[in-house]
């Protein structure tokens, strides 16, 4: 059974940098278009990067991009962010997503078929 582990979440000042880990303790998922999301409390979750099966092709929503870099290493059912510039508006619970088919930078949670547990970011000012 495929199941999504994340870890790499904590608490970091404004300006900081975290690095976000996803494992995928079941089979592979080297077909697998993977991402992040992320939730802050009283929030919907919104789309953070996604990255295609190959690795070939990464995604960003505006808010991150130039701060955060996705990555993966399918020999190592790994996929990590790099978090940079950490701002406390980055603050919430970040989940690793995965997906077979479809369009591979697509922002919409509702076609992420598997959810990590998610791990929890917070910035302070």
């Known amino acids: 059974q495929v199941q999504l582990a994340e870890s790499g979440g904590g608490l970091v000042q404004a300006g900081g940098s975290l690095r976000l880990s996803c494992v995928d303790s079941?089979?592979?998922?080297?077909?697998?278009?993977m991402g992040w999301f992320r939730q802050a409390p009283g929030k919907e979750r919104e789309f953070v990067a996604t990255?295609?099966?190959?690795?070939?092709?990464?995604y960003y929503a505006d808010s991150v991009k130039g701060r955060f870099t996705i990555s993966r290493d399918n020999a190592k059912n790994t996929m990590s962010l790099q978090m940079n510039s950490l701002k406390p508006e980055d603050t919430a619970v970040y989940y690793c997503?995965?997906?077979?088919?479809?369009?591979?930078?697509?922002?919409?949670?509702?076609?992420?078929?598997?959810w990590g547990q998610g791990t929890q970011v917070s910035v302070s000012s």
């Open positions: 997503v995965a997906k077979w088919g479809g369009y591979s930078g697509s922002q919409s949670p509702d076609e992420y078929q598997l």
């Open positions: 079941g089979r592979t998922l080297g077909y697998a278009d």
């Open positions: 990255i295609n099966w190959s690795g070939s092709k990464t």
